[in-house]
């Protein structure tokens, strides 16, 4: 019988010192993010389970881990003496607004979002045209809203109009079929990702000009954020130069730190029934995609080692499974991907010998498996002197696939395995749980909405993936789209190439809550 979570996760904030400073572009400053370290406790255990403390290994041997790692969410201090914006802060946001976005968000929004909207559709339902917006402009910038000036023609005069519109709108009556609704912004992901205000402003407003179409613009704010001294949402590091293979040590660090703490946040979450157990990781810069010949399988070892020593490091234990051979009678086989995958993750160095950095990991709170229930570890009571069997607290699943040609889909095992694992946090990284072609179609006929109902309820915690220019070449890189947490928003960026040889930079250039489509990302790419 699986046990019930008992505890809660304790976190601990530590913070190190400031990050060195990102390459500056047109619309980015300098700003320094911070580096933080979770110490976590007691995360799905059973009430019998013995704490262990593993030898953390947050002092690293290597002095470009701070500069390389990414931010994970913290409690801010309110340093605007209660009100939203600081002066700064709001005095650009509406200098910026109004002289550069008038026509595709300030008019627009003006239209949907506040009963002039509706006025001018009755109106212009007799006589069209004679009831006009023709110039909006911010006035005031507050937690709730945003107070617009509009000016509006009506039968050859003018007149001014005071216009508020509030940052969690709807479109009103009579703009919803031109401009549909999107949901509201999950609070969590406001309070938590987003806790700064002008973060908290970028990412209301983002919602706002997705509805509106104003693609564009939701970079912008992005960049904005960022310039106005916000957290970061969304922002990548410079000069990573994916393009060069292999990767330089350094980036590969900068992407195990990134996973391995959205990996950590999301488990945090799911303690506090705040997120679904059911999460996906994707992470596939070059060396990652097994499509191209610059894939290393060593990069997606070193990866899920991270991810499991981050987890275990907390005293949280973590089984790593790889599938096993699949189909029936000769037609058995494993992914080309995962193949030896099972046994090189066994063999590699965790550092786990007697007076090694992670001494005891490895078999106590680090153990390996397959995929299927009878793979999942419950607490049991030992008799006599029988030591107590401690249950697994979170399960990595690299890679699970279905194969071209097997009569025989993953999905059944893998879903077995998550319903035995109960409230239990199960990461898949990087599933292909698409139909693949098979002989006698088990794969692409019988249960096959079954099969994508499940696949789809797995929610994204950490996303990375290059964008390329054309589908037949993987080079050079056009951009990347990314979801850096569980609570982060959508972020496409485009890479760009400094003068001189001067670096390069991914510059944001689309946000949103959910994935982005690839019409808009070309609408907003810049050519």
């Not at 991810?307 to 499974?321: P, T």
């Amino acid at each position: 019988m699986i046990s019930p979570v008992a505890h809660r996760i304790s976190a601990t904030v530590t913070v190190k010192s400031p990050a060195t400073s990102w390459a500056s572009t047109s619309l980015l400053l300098s700003l320094l993010l911070e580096c933080f370290a979770f110490n976590l406790v007691g995360a799905f255990r059973s009430p019998s389970s013995v704490a262990h403390i593993v030898r953390s290994s947050v002092a690293k041997k290597h002095d470009f881990v701070c500069r390389w790692s990414s931010p994970t969410p913290a409690e801010v201090e309110d340093t605007t003496g209660g009100s939203y914006l600081d002066e700064k802060q709001l005095e650009f946001c509406k200098a910026y607004l109004n002289e550069h976005h008038k026509t595709d968000v300030l008019l627009p929004f003006t239209h949907s979002f506040s009963e002039l909207g509706t006025k001018s559709v009755k109106k212009n339902m007799w006589i069209g045209g004679s009831y006009s917006i023709v110039d909006a402009e911010v006035t005031d910038i507050t937690s709730a809203a945003i107070h617009i000036e509009a000016t509006v023609e009506e039968g050859g005069t003018s007149k001014k109009e005071q216009v508020v519109v509030p940052l969690d709108s709807d479109p009103v009556s009579g703009m919803a079929r031109t401009y549909p609704t999107l949901p509201q912004i999950d609070p969590l992901k406001l309070n938590h990702a987003s806790k700064k205000p002008i973060d908290n402003f970028c990412r209301r407003m983002s919602r706002l000009c997705n509805i509106v179409k104003a693609y564009k613009a939701t970079g912008k704010l992005i960049q904005m954020g960022v310039q106005l001294g916000g957290d970061g949402v969304g922002k990548l590091h410079d000069d990573m130069y994916l393009n060069q293979v292999p990767h330089n040590r350094y980036v590969r660090q900068y992407f195990y730190d990134m996973a391995s703490n959205a990996a950590l946040e999301a488990a945090t979450l799911c303690s506090k029934k705040q997120f679904p157990n059911r999460m996906k990781m994707t992470v596939m810069f070059p060396e990652m995609n097994p499509q191209m010949d610059s894939y290393r399988i060593g990069t997606l070892l070193e990866l899920s080692r991270s991810m499991a020593i981050k987890l275990a490091e907390q005293n949280l234990r973590v089984r790593v499974c790889v599938q096993g051979s699949m189909g029936v009678g000769i037609f058995t086989g494993v992914p080309k991907q995962l193949n030896g995958v099972h046994t090189l993750l066994q063999r590699m160095d965790w550092q786990s010998g007697p007076g090694e950095e992670n001494e005891g990991m490895v078999g106590d709170f680090v153990n390996f498996g397959f995929v299927g229930k009878e793979h999942v570890v419950n607490f049991n009571r030992g008799e006599g002197d029988t030591p107590d069997t401690q249950q697994d607290d979170v399960f990595i699943i690299i890679c699970p696939q279905n194969m071209v040609g097997l009569e025989s889909s993953i999905i059944k095992a893998l879903s077995e395995m998550v319903d035995a694992a109960g409230d239990r946090p199960v990461i898949i990284l990087n599933p292909d749980l698409t139909d693949k072609t098979s002989s006698e179609g088990q794969q692409s006929v019988r249960g096959r909405q079954q099969r994508l109902d499940f696949a789809n309820s797995f929610e994204t915690i950490y996303q990375f993936q290059n964008i390329y220019v054309s589908g037949t070449s993987y080079f050079p890189i056009l951009g990347s789209v990314v979801k850096l947490g569980p609570l982060e928003p959508w972020v496409a960026h485009q890479r760009r190439d400094l003068v001189n040889d001067g670096g390069e930079v991914y510059l944001p250039m689309y946000s949103s809550e959910t994935q982005p489509e690839s019409e808009v990302l070309m609408a907003t790419f810049e050519k």
